[in-house]
């Protein structure tokens, strides 16, 4: 399996976990087999296992940052209101969680720098929060996770659930859960 070029190691500088949000942490609305965010709180539900397993990776030192697009707020059928209630709803179900990374870009026209599969959102939060990316993970649903992973230099663990897409670049590690995910990235400091 190829590996992620790694970013030397920055000794003062806290390893992450970057996290998709839907179908990451809560459960995605499945519609012809390819997902889609929760249009409310009352649609939001997390996934089983997600409260435990931040809890073990906050405590074994790394900082966890959600880095989510949400493009349907660029494209007018979803309020930012709506995301950024389900955005405080997951950070009360997972207080460990030490920021959220939002791109509403709805994907038309310039591309732009923070919406996955660019790794913009990643680097913010690294520089906000002082992170080292060579010691970092990301994990997701998607394929633009995986390649924000790469691009951010951090090391991928990809969720399969099965969606009618194709991954572009091969993750470090392919998981069924939340947990499995977790599981892995706490048996590899």
């Known amino acids: 399996m190829p590996q992620t070029p790694r970013l030397p190691i920055q000794k003062n500088r806290r390893p992450a976990v970057f996290l998709d949000r839907d179908g990451t942490l809560n459960a995605s609305v499945v519609r012809d087999g390819l ?3 929760p249009a409310s709180v009352a649609e939001f539900q997390l996934l089983p296992g997600v409260a435990e397993s931040c809890q073990k990776l906050h405590a074994a030192g790394y900082v966890l940052v959600v880095a989510t697009n949400q493009p349907d707020v660029g494209r007018g059928t979803q309020t930012q209101a709506a995301v950024e209630a389900i955005d405080d709803a997951l950070r009360a179900l997972v207080p460990e969680i030490a ?3 939002v791109c509403y870009d709805p994907g038309r026209g310039e591309p732009s720098p923070r919406r996955k599969p660019a790794p913009g959102m990643l680097l ?3 520089a906000a929060l002082d992170l080292d990316l060579g010691r970092s ?3 997701g649903d998607r394929w633009r996770d995986i390649d924000a992973g790469h691009a951010a230099g951090c090391r991928t663990v990809f969720i399969d659930w ?6 572009r670049q091969t993750p470090d590690f392919t998981v069924r859960s939340f947990a499995e995910a977790a599981g892995i990235i706490l048996a590899r400091p």
């Open 35 to 37: 997902p889609y965010a």
């Open 124 to 126: 913010d939060a690294a």
């Open 137 to 139: 993970w990301m994990i």
């Open 99 to 101: 920021r959220i990374e």
């Open 162 to 167: 099965h969606y009618a897409e194709a991954l």
